[in-house]
């Protein structure tokens, strides 16, 4: 368990921006904290880092208690709050010796590591001040990287980025999950990108606790295997003779037959994952011919958002 946060609250005089708020990130895992404005994201990330103290619980990172052992657990993390701060007028490769200096764990060689996993080889010679905003942020995930952190976290790290910019860092930061083995932690309102980028979101309002939810199993609490089990999928089949196939997967007992279309040639079902291949043999068993089987989209993890937060836009 790289990152522990367990019951954690924060009272602002008489506010209560963060009530018994507890999750867990594990180790390689990208993590999203989502929730509308206000709802307590950047209180719970300042927390995290030690920028802001804790009113109840504890934060752990790598087994370390952010109140008790805040030396042993903060070497564990890397994180880039606000903008950060580089010299304008020094090169990125300077900036980050500078940054090196700082810390004696970090050597030439780790330097020129981080370098590569973000990307920035071509631009690591060019003054700060000349670097666009996608090479800026480069920077900043390679100076929180420096002193090899087991969790990075991120406060909406794409922010001011353009389309480009966001695909290149969702490589690199999944570059950083799988062969540095680091956790990421990020926090942002950009639905899509999160939902490609996270396996599992965390999802606040109001500063509490409104669900933990896997990307992709479209069940919350359960494990991937559970949730594919249990949830229905809806397929769109494409077949040779469509009354034939409406009574074949119609005398199936696990089918809901949704919908035909006679037009498309085309018949829409309601099955669990698990009975996929029996419906497929029993189709190919009566002679039917399958040109194509598409699944319906799922809910999207904005569709989702707004259900549970009642419909409160999340920017
Ligand atoms: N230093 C502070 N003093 C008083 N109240 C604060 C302070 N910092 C945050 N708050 C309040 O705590 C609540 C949570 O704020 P926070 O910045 O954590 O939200 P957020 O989820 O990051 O929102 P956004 O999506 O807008 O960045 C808000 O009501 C905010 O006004
Ligand atoms: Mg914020």
Not at 17 to 24: K, M, R, Y
Not at 116 to 133: M, N
Not at 165 to 190: F, P, Q, T, W
Request: net charge neutral.
């Amino acid at each position: 368990m790289v990152l522990e946060i367990k019951k954690i609250c924060k009272n602002f005089g008489g506010l209560s921006a963060l009530t018994d708020v507890t999750f867990t990130i594990n180790k390689g895992e990208i993590f999203g904290l989502i929730g509308p404005n206000g709802a307590g994201k950047t209180t719970a990330i300042r927390m995290m880092t030690g920028l802001a103290n804790l009113s109840q619980g504890d934060i752990r990172v790598c087994g370390h208690s952010i109140r008790t052992e805040f030396n042993q657990a903060i070497v564990h993390v890397g994180a880039i709050i606000e903008n950060p701060e580089f010299y304008p007028y020094m090169t990125g490769q300077d900036n980050l010796k500078q940054y090196m200096r700082m810390s004696a764990t970090v050597t030439k060689e780790r330097l020129d590591t981080v370098v590569r996993l973000v990307g920035l080889q071509d631009a690591l010679d060019k003054k700060v001040k000349a670097y666009s905003l996608g090479m800026r942020q480069r920077l900043g995930i390679a100076q929180a990287l420096l002193h090899k952190p087991s969790l990075l976290i991120l406060d909406e790290p794409t922010n001011g980025l353009d389309p480009a910019g966001i695909h290149e860092m969702r490589e690199y930061l999944r570059k950083i999950a799988s062969e540095e083995g680091v956790s990421v932690l990020i926090s942002s309102h950009l639905l899509p990108e999160v939902e490609q980028l996270c396996g599992r979101v965390v999802v606040i309002q109001n500063g509490k606790l409104i669900t933990i939810h896997t990307i992709g199993s479209g069940v919350s609490g359960e494990t991937e295997a559970q949730a594919g089990k249990y949830e229905p999928i809806t397929l769109v089949m494409r077949v040779t003779e469509l009354n034939r196939a409406q009574e074949v997967l119609g005398s199936l007992p696990f089918i809901k037959l949704k919908s035909a279309d006679a037009g498309q040639g085309t018949i829409t079902i309601e099955l669990l994952d698990t009975n996929v291949p029996e419906a497929v043999a029993a189709l190919t068993a009566e002679q039917v011919g399958i040109y194509r089987i598409t699944e319906m989209a799922k809910a999207t993890l904005e569709d989702e958002f707004l259900k549970w937060t009642g419909g409160n836009r999340i920017a």
